[in-house]
């Protein structure tokens, strides 16, 4: 089975530490360890299958079908399979104004 390398952008790693940050701090650190592992387990798992994803659906009504996402709710995870390589370009809180969000991030 082929292995595709996952890379994180910088702006997704600061998403994850956000993400931690926030549930440490709103919450208990054993829950932010918790979803931290679980994403990370996530994004991870796609070195073998990154096809598994869907469409994000923001994108799609758009007809934009080159970025895909995994969720553990209520975070999703939007990647990229480029070269053989999966790019992370973001992981946020799908509570978010996510049309605002994917445009800013992936669309300029």
Avoid: W
């Avoid at 598994?52 to 895909?68: A, D, K, V």
């Avoid at 996402?69 to 104004?97: M, N, T, W």
């Amino acid at each position: 089975m082929k292995k595709y390398p996952v890379i994180l952008t910088s702006k997704a790693e600061q998403d994850i530490e956000d993400i931690y940050d926030y549930i440490a701090k709103k919450d208990m650190l054993q829950n932010a360890e918790c979803v931290l592992d679980k994403l990370e387990a996530l994004i991870l798992a796609l070195d073998e299958t990154p096809e598994r994803g869907t469409y994000p659906p923001e994108l799609s009504r758009q007809g934009i079908n080159e970025f895909r996402e995994v969720i553990f709710k209520p975070y999703r995870a939007i990647y990229q399979i480029f070269q053989s390589k999966v790019i992370v370009h973001l992981c946020v809180d799908g509570r978010r104004d996510m049309v605002a969000l994917l445009e800013r991030r992936l669309l300029r």
